[in-house]
């Protein structure tokens, strides 16, 4: 290649010789021409033949291309080598800074794995004391069972002691003694409880201490184990093995230390029991009698003994059935329940003999004042009778002796009702059917009396008493048959009453049925006609407070919409017409739901007239563009035909509206 560039070198300076020399046979041409010129061409050809003796520069130029390829690969693989030999360098640095973290983190594990070891170390210690704990446990446990069979064993001598109470009672001293070996279980039941208390708290106290230092560690171990995580760093995998072990040991510790905590629970519960059972020992010997007790107790019982024998005696008993009876009790008070409900069958039996014998005089006795009752009416009626007797014969010859004076006879009674002779037949004419021929008995009786003289007896007066019993007789049916009208007339109005009060009661009830139809139409919507056709349109009324009111009556209901406030609305379909069409001929015509109906209204609404008259009185003194308005706004809510009008014109105008602004638009946008 060196050669090369010599030889291009050499050719370039002989080119420019070579022109130069052109350059000066082409002035000397200029000059003089001919021998110059062939100079020239000599050295011409001499330049071309030293120019065909020169190699090929197409492999020379070739070979400089690829040297110049190679030159610029190896200067590119040379800075490539010399960053890579940068990074080399950087990665030694923090290979070096990483073993130095490595020695001061392993350094760190060494003192990590010696707490551990000595936590392990620890955790045996607390195994210890855990053992120690189940020794204790284990004690408590035999002392609770010494404790329960303690407490059966007091329990059993109490049941005999008091057995042996009961058997005995008569002897005042073994209550003494049965009292002293309870009080002496119980004092024993109480220390043997205190100590198990004492040692259940010391157990206690030491399970806690356990759990405080297993939550500290778990703590720690925790903290150990996040402080792990955020350095991204793992233990060797002896310290792993290590933790992993005195991991397991304190878990083991830890089971150990629950068991215990679960004894120490169950010891305690078992104390508690032993405490209540003390307590009910306490309580049940709290419970027994005293010896005085005892004692007035036996002597209430002696006496209760004598006055039952006493009652046993009264009843019928011998002495010593009652005696026998009574000890029986005291041996077995088991029976007392027995005797007491025969004594009481004996004494309901008695009772019941007592209350037939008390029903039947009680029977008796309204018998014989029912009796009594008919005698004095009986006596009453013949006392009556017999004054009313007396008082007539008493007229009868006045009339008769007096010679036409109306005063009775100076040695006769006065008559009690002020009859006279005048006024007997006419009382005789003003009673009955039978009364004439009664009346012209007692006329010939009279002119027979008077015919026969003054100087006679009374039984001549009268024709030998042949007209007494025919007055009397006449005078009982009068009485009976006025008797009996009066009954007719009180029984006429009892049943006047009754079916007044029926009356009303129907009445209400209708007006209450025509409510609940009102209601029912308001809710539902249906009027009176079957399946809704022609029904009558629901009014809702609200006044000036917006407090809904009841709706009109049927007999107002072309001013419904006037009759209740300022605000009225007719919903449903017809009018008057269309009610009575639906309702029949008899509804129609005013019948009994019409009635019913508008005396509800009154019942309900008593101002509906009164307001009615003030709303048109207001409406006639508004201007007339007012009452216009007003009368037109009514007849458009108070008829849905009305009303569909102003919506259908509503919305066409509307529906206008929009079109016709719509083609305006369109007009402008395109113009």
């Given at each position: 290649?060196?050669r090369?560039?010599?030889?291009?070198?050499?050719?370039?300076?002989?080119?420019?010789?070579?022109?130069?020399?052109?350059?000066?046979?082409r002035?000397?041409?200029?000059?003089?021409?001919?021998?110059?010129?062939?100079?020239?061409?000599?050295?011409?050809?001499?330049?071309?033949?030293?120019?065909?003796?020169?190699?090929?520069?197409?492999?020379?130029l070739?070979?400089?291309?690829?040297?110049?390829?190679?030159?610029?690969?190896?200067?590119?693989?040379?800075?490539?080598?010399?960053?890579?030999?940068?990074?080399?360098r950087l990665?030694?640095?923090?290979?070096?800074?990483?073993?130095?973290?490595?020695?001061?983190?392993?350094?760190?594990?060494?003192?990590?794995?010696?707490?551990?070891?000595?936590?392990?170390?620890?955790?045996?210690?607390?195994?210890?004391?855990?053992?120690?704990?189940?020794?204790?446990?284990?004690?408590?446990?035999?002392?609770?069972?010494?404790?329960?069979?303690?407490?059966?064993?007091?329990?059993?001598?109490?049941?005999?002691?008091?057995?042996?109470?009961?058997?005995?009672?008569?002897?005042?001293?073994?209550?003494d003694?049965?009292?002293?070996?309870?009080?002496d279980?119980?004092?024993?039941?109480?220390?043997?409880?205190?100590?198990?208390?004492?040692?259940?708290?010391?157990?206690?106290?030491?399970?806690?201490?356990?759990?405080?230092?297993?939550?500290?560690?778990?703590?720690?171990?925790?903290?150990?184990?996040?402080?792990?995580?955020?350095?991204?760093?793992?233990?060797?995998?002896?310290?792993?093995?290590?933790?992993?072990?005195?991991?397991?040991?304190?878990?083991?510790?830890?089971?150990?230390?629950?068991?215990?905590?679960?004894?120490?629970?169950?010891?305690?519960?078992?104390?508690?029991?032993?405490?209540?059972?003390?307590?009910?020992?306490?309580?049940?010997?709290?419970?027994?009698?005293?010896?005085?007790?005892?004692?007035e107790?036996?002597?209430?019982?002696?006496?209760l003994?004598?006055?039952?024998?006493?009652?046993?005696?009264?009843?019928?008993?011998?002495?010593?059935?009652?005696?026998?009876?009574?000890?029986?009790?005291?041996?077995?008070?088991?029976?007392?329940?027995s005797?007491?409900?025969?004594?009481?069958?004996?004494?309901?039996?008695?009772?019941?003999?007592?209350?037939?014998?008390?029903?039947?005089?009680?029977?008796?006795?309204?018998?014989?004042?029912?009796?009594?009752?008919?005698?004095?009416?009986?006596?009453?009626?013949?006392?009556?009778?017999?004054?009313?007797l007396?008082?007539?014969?008493?007229?009868?010859?006045?009339?008769?002796?007096?010679?036409?004076?109306?005063?009775?006879?100076?040695?006769?009674?006065?008559?009690?009702?002020?009859?006279?002779?005048?006024?007997?037949?006419?009382?005789?004419?003003?009673?009955?059917?039978?009364?004439?021929?009664?009346?012209?008995?007692?006329?010939?009786?009279?002119?027979?009396?008077?015919?026969?003289?003054?100087?006679?007896?009374?039984?001549?007066?009268?024709?030998?008493?042949?007209?007494?019993?025919?007055?009397?007789?006449?005078?009982?049916?009068?009485?009976?048959?006025?008797?009996?009208?009066?009954e007719?007339?009180?029984?006429?109005?009892?049943?006047?009453?009754?079916?007044?009060?029926?009356?009303?009661?129907?009445?209400?009830?209708?007006?209450?049925?025509?409510?609940?139809?009102?209601?029912?139409?308001?809710?539902?919507?249906?009027?009176?006609?079957?399946?809704?056709?022609?029904?009558?349109?629901?009014?809702?009324?609200v006044?000036?407070?917006g407090?809904?009111?009841?709706?009109?009556?049927?007999?107002?209901?072309?001013?419904?919409?006037?009759?209740?406030?300022?605000?009225?609305?007719?919903?449903?379909?017809?009018?008057?017409?269309?009610?009575?069409?639906?309702?029949?001929?008899q509804?129609?015509?005013?019948?009994?739901?019409?009635?019913?109906?508008?005396?509800?209204?009154?019942?309900?609404?008593?101002?509906?007239?009164?307001?009615?008259?003030?709303?048109?009185?207001?409406?006639?003194?508004?201007?007339?563009?007012?009452?216009?308005?007003?009368?037109?706004?009514?007849?458009?809510?108070?008829?849905?035909?009305?009303?569909?009008?102003?919506?259908?014109?509503?919305?066409?105008?509307?529906?206008?509206?929009?079109?016709?602004?719509?083609?305006?638009?369109?007009?402008?946008?395109?113009?």
């Amino acid at each position: 290649m060196a050669r090369a560039q010599d030889a291009w070198r050499g050719f370039d300076a002989r080119r420019a010789a070579l022109r130069g020399a052109i350059d000066a046979v082409r002035q000397e041409q200029g000059g003089s021409g001919g021998g110059g010129e062939r100079g020239s061409l000599r050295e011409l050809l001499v330049v071309a033949s030293e120019l065909a003796e020169l190699p090929d520069p197409q492999h020379a130029l070739d070979v400089a291309a690829a040297g110049a390829a190679r030159a610029a690969d190896l200067e590119a693989s040379a800075q490539r080598l010399e960053r890579e030999l940068g990074s080399v360098r950087l990665d030694d640095a923090e290979v070096a800074r990483l073993a130095a973290a490595h020695e001061k983190e392993k350094a760190e594990h060494a003192a990590e794995l010696a707490a551990l070891r000595a936590a392990a170390g620890s955790g045996v210690e607390i195994e210890a004391q855990l053992a120690a704990a189940r020794g204790e446990a284990a004690q408590l446990k035999a002392s609770l069972s010494k404790l329960r069979a303690a407490h059966e064993a007091s329990q059993s001598e109490l049941c005999a002691a008091l057995a042996r109470l009961e058997q005995a009672s008569g002897n005042a001293g073994t209550p003494d003694l049965a009292e002293a070996v309870a009080l002496d279980e119980l004092e024993r039941a109480h220390a043997q409880v205190a100590a198990l208390s004492a040692s259940r708290d010391a157990l206690q106290r030491q399970v806690e201490r356990l759990t405080a230092e297993r939550e500290e560690w778990q703590q720690q171990w925790r903290l150990d184990q996040q402080e792990q995580q955020q350095q991204g760093q793992s233990l060797p995998s002896v310290q792993a093995v290590e933790r992993t072990r005195a991991r397991a040991e304190l878990e083991e510790s830890l089971a150990k230390l629950r068991n215990a905590e679960h004894r120490a629970s169950l010891a305690a519960s078992r104390a508690e029991v032993a405490e209540s059972q003390a307590a009910r020992l306490q309580a049940e010997v709290e419970r027994r009698p005293t010896p005085a007790q005892h004692a007035e107790v036996q002597a209430a019982l002696a006496a209760l003994s004598t006055l039952l024998g006493q009652q046993l005696e009264q009843e019928g008993l011998a002495p010593a059935d009652a005696k026998a009876a009574v000890d029986a009790l005291c041996a077995d008070p088991a029976g007392l329940h027995s005797a007491l409900q025969a004594r009481v069958a004996r004494l309901a039996d008695a009772l019941t003999v007592a209350a037939r014998d008390a029903d039947a005089l009680r029977s008796e006795r309204d018998a014989a004042a029912v009796r009594a009752v008919a005698a004095a009416q009986q006596l009453a009626e013949a006392q009556s009778a017999a004054r009313q007797l007396e008082a007539d014969l008493g007229a009868a010859l006045a009339a008769g002796s007096g010679g036409g004076e109306n005063l009775p006879h100076a040695g006769s009674a006065p008559p009690p009702l002020g009859a006279t002779a005048g006024s007997f037949p006419a009382a005789l004419e003003s009673s009955g059917s039978n009364t004439p021929s009664l009346a012209a008995a007692a006329a010939a009786a009279v002119a027979r009396a008077e015919a026969g003289g003054a100087g006679g007896t009374a039984r001549d007066e009268v024709g030998g008493g042949g007209l007494l019993p025919v007055v009397a007789r006449q005078r009982d049916r009068l009485a009976a048959r006025v008797a009996e009208l009066e009954e007719e007339v009180q029984a006429f109005k009892a049943r006047e009453g009754a079916l007044g009060a029926r009356a009303n009661s129907l009445s209400a009830d209708n007006v209450a049925l025509v409510e609940k139809l009102r209601f029912l139409q308001s809710r539902t919507g249906g009027g009176s006609g079957a399946g809704g056709v022609g029904r009558a349109p629901m009014v809702i009324c609200v006044d000036a407070a917006g407090v809904p009111q009841p709706p009109p009556g049927e007999d107002d209901a072309k001013s419904a919409r006037f009759s209740c406030g300022p605000l009225a609305f007719g919903l449903g379909g017809g009018g008057q017409r269309g009610r009575r069409a639906a309702a029949g001929p008899q509804q129609a015509g005013g019948g009994p739901e019409a009635r019913y109906a508008a005396e509800y209204e009154r019942g309900v609404n008593p101002f509906a007239e009164f307001r009615r008259t003030e709303l048109e009185g207001r409406v006639s003194g508004l201007r007339l563009h007012d009452r216009v308005m007003f009368t037109a706004g009514s007849i458009i809510a108070g008829s849905p035909a009305a009303r569909a009008g102003v919506a259908f014109y509503l919305v066409i105008l509307h529906a206008y509206i929009l079109l016709v602004l719509s083609s305006r638009a369109a007009c402008t946008t395109s113009a």
